[in-house]
């Protein structure tokens, strides 16, 4: 009797995680997205690059949702979002940018190295992600929802001069 116990609590403790895991991301979003791409882009300084992850979605968006942050690649970022012609475009511009070309102050005296930029450190998403997948996250009525694209089409690099 103990063993059968042991099992079935493991049983429904198993259930109810993974149905937690796949009620993370919404299935049916409020909004219809047309068209998700990543372009790599190079700037015209040594080390300036990243990556631009553009989602244009169908029609304009209901004033109760508020989208906040996008995932991808291991990092997350702030969304910006453009409207014009009925048509809304989120963007999320992740830099990659090397301290290649840049020269780092050491001194006894912290003040003069103030101007230096402090490393960056691994962001411990809330969920794991494969390669080209993304995550939107977005509020409805102070509540915060995420959903996640599956393949990001790859566009072709920018390169700015």
């Not at 219809?32 to 990243?50: C, L, N």
């Not at 029609?59 to 910006?80: C, P, Q, R, W």
Request: hydrophobic share 35%; net charge positive.
């Amino acid at each position: 009797m103990k063993n059968f116990t042991t099992i079935t609590l493991s049983i429904i403790t198993f259930t109810l995680f993974t149905q937690c895991a796949s009620s993370q991301f919404d299935k049916k979003p409020p909004f219809t997205v047309t068209k998700a791409m990543h372009q790599e882009w190079v700037g015209g300084r040594p080390g300036s690059k990243g990556v631009l992850v553009t989602i244009t979605l169908a029609d304009t968006i209901s004033n109760n949702i508020e989208f906040d942050s996008i995932y991808f690649n291991n990092k997350a970022i702030k969304l910006g979002i453009n409207t014009a012609d009925s048509v809304t475009v989120l963007t999320g511009n992740f830099s990659t940018k090397t301290n290649e070309g840049r020269n780092i102050i050491m001194h006894a005296d912290p003040k003069k190295e103030m101007g230096n930029t402090p490393p960056q450190t691994s962001l411990r998403l809330p969920f794991e992600l494969a390669e080209y997948e993304c995550v939107i996250s977005y509020y409805i009525k102070n509540k915060m929802h995420y959903f996640k694209l599956d393949k990001l089409a790859k566009g072709k690099p920018i390169f700015y001069q």
